[in-house]
Structures are given as C-alpha cells and as structure tokens.
C-alpha cells in the first residue's frame, strides 16, 4: 500500500516561505500527488496537485522531482492564517483519499 | 466558489438514539463521500456513492451505518443506535472527476456530532 512520510511539525514566522516535503517510495503510475490544508474543525481544503515538474497556482507551488518519489510543498510568505496542518496523499487508482497525520504548521510573528 | 453545504453543524444525542446527517453537495458533482475524524485523529474514509449506490466502503462503515441519496440534492448518512465511539467530526465530500482521475474532492465544514 502506498504510503507517504512528512514531518509531524514546522514552526515558521509571517513573511517567510515554507517547503514541506513529503516523501512516497512506492507512488504508482498513476498516482497524482495531492495537498490539503485543514484547520481546526473544518474540512480538508484542496490546496494543490500535481503528476511531476512543477504546479503553482495562486495560493502555493508543487515540487515534484523526476523520480516522484517525493514531493514539496512551498507556501509562499506565510501569515498568520497559514497556520493549520498540511496533508500530502496520493489520489489515483480509486476514490477514496488516505489521510495521514499530516504537518502541523504554525506561524508566528 | 461552490460549496458542499452539511447541517447541523453540531449534533447531541443519546446513546442508541439514530441520526441523520445531512449533505448539499457541489451540484454537478456525481461523486459523493462521508468521512470522519475523531477529536485528535486522522480524518478517516467511510464510503463513496456513485450512481446511487456504494461504490467503496471502509471497515468503519458497519450495518449501523447507511448512505441515501433521497433526491437530486441531497446526500444523507444515518446512523442507528449510536454509540459514545461515534462521537466525532463528519465530513462530507464531493467531487467530479473521481479524484484517482485527476479531479479535487471539495468537503464540507462537517457535523460535530456527540453522543451522551
């Protein structure tokens, strides 16, 4: 089963970018690579996808190598409001999205 | 932008009493999920719809649970005799392609639902 590794917490400060990377060994073909943000009690917001290279759009940009066995999500001067946990899944292969722990970001000034 | 609309948004109710919640999703959507999140935990998958019918379910979705599509705009999920452990967050999701299909899963901002 594939499966993705991120780290559990970042801390950061209003104005600076932030790169989380989340890695994923066994990402099949067709597999995409996808970002959700979630603040507390309320639902997973759909921030980002991507297959490889680079997506940006206007809220964040998507790094995915080569090899896709890994991927980063970079915010781009993060506020306050940026605080909340970031999820990276695979969507491919099926409807149902796998969440795992996720990264808990946290802004400070 | 569109919205996947559920209500209540908080629910209390007593122990072996049923509930049903309720879910608007985005309307041209033909794909429709339920999800849960117990207090601190993941946000877990419990079943997809398409078509009018169940097209994935989790180990979680037991014979408590039951899924029901009533009308065109209307996506429920009821629970008989509920219990304390299901005491959580309840998302509902939509989404257009199927997500494995490059499409995004929109979800609603969920049901506190608690039991006593």
């Known amino acids: 089963l594939a499966k993705t590794t991120q780290p559990i917490s970042m801390d950061s400060y209003e104005g600076q970018e932030v790169n989380i990377t989340c890695s994923h060994n066994n990402i099949a073909t067709n597999d995409y690579i996808t970002w959700y943000q979630q603040f507390p009690s309320q639902g997973p917001r759909f921030i980002i996808q991507g297959y490889k290279t680079k997506v940006t759009n206007e809220v964040a940009s998507l790094f995915i190598p080569a090899d896709r066995k890994s991927s980063t999500l970079s915010l781009p001067r993060v506020s306050l409001s940026d605080t909340a946990v970031y999820y990276c899944?695979?969507?491919?292969?099926?409807?149902?999205?796998?969440f795992g722990t996720g990264t808990q970001l946290k802004v400070e000034l | 932008e569109p919205e996947v609309t559920q209500t209540p948004s908080h629910q209390v109710t007593q122990m072996g009493q049923e509930v049903i919640l309720r879910c608007v999703p985005i309307s041209n959507h033909l794909y429709f999920y339920w999800y849960r999140q117990i207090l601190g935990q993941k946000v877990e998958f419990l079943v997809s719809f398409y078509n009018n019918e169940i097209s994935e379910k989790s180990e979680i979705f037991d014979d408590q649970f039951s899924v029901e599509r009533p009308d065109g705009s209307n996506f429920t999920l009821k629970i008989r005799s509920t219990k304390l452990e299901d005491s959580a967050m309840y998302f509902c999701a939509s989404s257009d392609p199927p997500v494995g299909q490059g499409g995004d899963y929109t979800f609603g901002s969920g049901t506190r639902l608690t039991v006593v």
């Open positions: 899944l695979f969507t491919g292969g099926g409807n149902k999205l796998t």
